[in-house]
């Protein structure tokens, strides 16, 4: 999928337009439509002010990344990365019960 194909599916599952999602960056809906033609490139600049608008990573919006990860678990991820290392394993051990405990639910 290109940057393009990105922020077209991207925009409308937020449901703006091209002018909102423009107004939001800073840019017109003219650009964002070019953006989404694949026409132009966006500057990285603007590429992340793109998926910040979007609530999605740099790295998911150009391709990058094929998960789509939500940005409240990055900041929890994060909020986890920053911790001692004793707290991080406790917390990463529960983490891991819990999600085999979910898959092997799912099996069930």
Do not use: C, W
Request: net charge neutral.
């Amino acid at each position: 999928m290109t940057l393009g194909q990105h922020i077209i599916k991207l925009r409308k599952q937020k449901k703006l337009s091209q002018n909102d999602l423009g107004k939001a960056i800073g840019t017109s809906g003219d650009i964002i439509g070019r953006y989404e033609r694949d026409e132009v490139k966006p500057s990285i600049e603007v590429a992340s002010k793109i998926a910040d608008v979007l609530e999605v990573s740099l790295d998911f919006l150009i391709g990058k990344q094929d998960v789509e990860v939500d940005s409240q678990l990055l900041k929890r991820v994060i909020d986890v990365q920053q911790m001692n290392e004793e707290d991080k394993e406790h917390i990463l051990y529960t983490l891991d019960a819990l999600i085999k405990s979910v898959k092997l639910k799912s099996i069930a």
